[in-house]
C-alpha cells in the first residue's frame, strides 16, 4: 500500500523542500535521494501503519537532511575527482575558515596554473617552430625541441601533486572530523 | 545519554552498517530494523540513509532498485568487495581495542558490581 491520497501532497511539499536544499548536487543523484525518501515513507505509512507525519518526523527537518547529504558527497566526490572545481569545492568544504583551508586551496591553485603555464609554453614552442619564429640573434636555445616533452611532462607531474595534495588535505579534515565524533 | 556515549556511539556508525550488510543485501528500513533488533543502536531515517549515500559514493557500498510487490520500489544496498574487506579491517581492529582495554576495565566491572 502507498501512501494515501490525502498525504500525498504533504510528502511531495516535504520532498520539495529537500530538492530545494540540495540544489547545486547532479540532478541524477536529487532524484536517487528523492525517490529512496519517497520509498521509505511508503514503507513506514503501508507496510508499518504509521501516519504520514511520523514516518516524516523520522526523516528529520527537510533542510537538516538535505545538509547531512550534501557536505559528505561534495567532500567524497573531490576525493575521486580529477576536475579542479570538484576538487576546488572539496576543498571550499573541507574546514570551513581555517587557515589550513586557505593555504592547502592557495597551493593547489598555484600549482595548477603552474601546470597551465608550462603546457602554454610547450604550445607556444611548437606554434612558434610551425610559424618559422626562430630565437632572436646570438642567443641560444638551451634545451631546444627538448622544452616540449619537459614542460609537458613537468605541468602533469605538477598537477599530479597539486590534485594528490588536495585529496589528501580532504582526506585529513574528514578523517580529523571522524576523530571529534568518536 | 552521556555525551562521551554518544559520540562513541556515531564513531562506529560505519562499522555498524557495513555489518548490517555483511549477510546480505538489505534496504534502508530493514537496516535501520535490524540495528534496533540485533544491536543497541536505535538510528534515525535521517542519519542512516545519508551515510548509506557516502558509502556508496566511496566504492564500500553498491545499490539497486528492485520492484517490491508492496506496490514501490526499494533501494536495495550490498558489499562491494572493497567494502567487505573494510569490514574486515574494522571488525579486526575494533575486537582489538575492545581486548587492549579489558585488563583496565575488569577490575571496574568486578569491584564496581560489588
Redesign the interface.
Known sequence: MIASTGAKPVIERYLGRVRVALRGLPEREVDDILRELRSHVDELVGKEGSGVEAALQSLGDPVDLAQTYRPDNEIVRARCSDSPLIILQGLRRASRGTLGRATATALYVFGYSTMVMLWVEALEKLLARSRGGNPPSGARELLGWWVVPIALLAGWGIKYASDRSARWWIGRHRRSQATQEI | MAKWEV??R??CLELVILGCLWPGKL???EILRRLESDSDLVL????V??LL??LK??GLLKSE?VEAD??????YYQLTPAGRSRAVHMARMWARFSTSLKGLLSPILKEGGK
Open positions: 559520540q562513541l556515531k564513531g534496504y534502508g528500513l534515525s531515517a535521517g542519519t540513509y545519508p549515500s557516502r559514493a566511496e532498485w508492496a506496490g514501490h520500489p526499494r533501494k
